[in-house]
């Protein structure tokens, strides 16, 4: 759907068109910031998370070792 509007609106050419464009490209840019920062957020969890079960594990081993 985007892209079709996209593509009519360059073919057209006139001012408001490029207005349109312009305001739609700062649209998807704020999109894909935002999903780029949903992914981040996830993989730091996701991260953060395994550090922490690692950090137990780790303790867990040392004290059957001793």
């Known amino acids: 759907m985007m892209q079709t509007l996209k593509a ?3 073919s057209c050419g006139t001012d408001s068109a490029k207005r ?3 305001k ?3 649209k998807e840019a704020r999109f894909h910031r935002d999903v780029n920062h ?3 957020k996830k993989l730091v969890a996701k991260a953060i998370d395994t550090v922490y079960r690692l950090q137990g594990c780790h303790s ?3 004290r059957d070792l001793h």
């Open 38 to 40: 949903c992914i981040s």
């Open 60 to 62: 867990w081993c040392a």
């Open 8 to 10: 009519d609106l360059q």
């Open 24 to 26: 739609l490209s700062g």
């Open 20 to 22: 349109h464009l312009k």
